[in-house]
């Protein structure tokens, strides 16, 4: 049986970038680098102004993390702006947090429930919008993400995405597995604290939470951290409360000792104590949880049906992607780097100078590369 995958980060020193090649120092030439890597194929010349362009039999993988969100407004965990840039005390709740304490909990779903209105309004951005050009162009074949956002699916639902890490957009119940859509969590949460909805909506109000310069959040008393955390130093959290699962509270189930479970609510259906069901949970891997082995099996097989990765917007501390990379390098694939500050690993990853580091945002160079090759007479394959 293989051991169970987990998502741990890893807090040592990253590497600086070495830029790969020298040229991919400027826009443009980070855009032509990149443009070569992606192209070419099992010693084919790639794309260039004199031979022109075909598809690759869509060869590239690509690997995303936070930094490809951030154009989105959304915050990610080490770029330059990054939550463990400047706030080196951040520490995220952990599974086993979650599973044990209802104080826990309390806190976890307060600071979602302020974070969660700027996570459903923010949209997909240009590097989104790019990898599903590239994938019509049947360049990339597939996405992995470590990204909760959803942003990857929304903007190209045709180019298949796995979710290593799950996804915000709705919760799970720990005891009979009952999906829930986070909007409906979301009026629940509303309904059972006024007083939070309230001051949400004075937040809102204000355009405390529509900056996206983590300093002017600060000003105005706010934190913001990745997968739609918001921190309030000083809040009462203990008072938040939460629903339970509505499944379970209709049918409670049989507990994995084979004992009756029960819910037990508030007047107003809030989740209390002394139940031993019914706690719902987002869709998402927390840290310290482990990966399930489907997507663990997914997220292998497409590192090896792939001929190249490109890791764009993550430094690769999660050590759930950070062991994808190694895999493609341990098969000999090229591997492309674009991302604004050091990676994990990456030195090991560019033998003689082979593949591509870029240290830009994903965002202008993606759509610049896109644009280059419409250029150079590649279009969509859609429809043909």
């Known amino acids: 049986m293989r051991s169970p995958l987990m998502r741990i980060p890893f807090t040592g020193p990253l590497p600086q970038p070495r830029i790969i090649p020298r040229n991919a120092s400027t826009p443009s030439g980070a855009i032509a680098a ?4 992606i192209t070419s194929h099992n010693g ?4 260039n102004e004199n031979r022109g362009c ?4 869509a060869g590239t993988l690509i690997l995303s993390g936070a930094g490809i969100s951030v154009a989105s407004g959304l915050a990610d965990y080490r770029g330059t702006q990054g ?6 005390t951040y520490r995220p709740i952990y599974y086993n947090e979650f599973l044990s304490s209802h104080e826990a909990r309390k806190r976890y779903w307060a600071r979602s429930f302020l974070g969660w209105t700027t996570l459903d ?8 919008w790019a990898v599903g ?11 992995v993400t470590q990204n909760v956002d959803s942003f990857h699916p929304i903007a190209h639902p045709s180019l298949p995405t796995i979710e290593l890490h799950g996804y915000l957009r709705s919760l799970t119940c720990l005891s009979c597995h009952t999906p829930l859509p986070r909007a409906d969590f979301q009026t629940a949460l509303s309904t059972l604290n006024p007083a939070w909805a309230a001051f949400l909506e004075e937040v809102l109000t204000s355009g405390a939470l529509d900056t996206e310069n983590p300093t002017e959040r600060q000003i105005r008393g706010i934190k913001t951290n990745p997968d739609g955390d918001v921190d309030l130093p000083g809040a009462p959290y203990s008072t938040f409360r939460y629903p339970a699962c509505p499944q379970c509270l209709v049918a409670p189930p049989t507990g994995i000792d084979g004992k009756p479970t029960h819910v037990h609510v508030d007047l107003d259906g809030a989740w209390l104590d002394s139940s031993t069901a019914g706690v719902l949970k987002p869709s998402v891997v927390m840290f310290g949880e482990s990966i399930s082995e489907a997507v663990k099996k997914a997220a292998e097989q497409a ?4 001929s190249r990765l490109l890791v764009v917007g993550s430094s690769l501390a999660t050590y759930s992607a950070f062991r994808l990379a190694r895999r493609a390098k341990e098969r000999g694939m090229p591997i492309g780097v674009l991302n604004l500050g050091g990676v994990r690993g990456e030195d090991g990853f560019f033998d003689g100078g082979r593949g591509v580091r870029i240290d830009m945002d994903a965002d202008k160079v993606l759509l610049g590369v896109v644009e280059r090759l419409e250029r150079l007479g590649l279009r969509s394959t ?3």
């Open 303 to 306: 590192v090896d049906s792939a």
């Open 34 to 37: 990149l443009t070569s890597f």
């Open 121 to 128: 309004r923010a949209r997909p951005n240009a590097a989104h």
């Open 44 to 47: 084919d010349a790639p794309c």
């Open 54 to 57: 075909t598809a690759n039999t």
């Open 133 to 143: 050009r590239l994938g019509e162009m049947e360049i990339v074949g597939k996405v």
């Open 83 to 88: 939550t463990y840039t400047l706030n080196r």
């Open 382 to 384: 859609r429809g043909k």
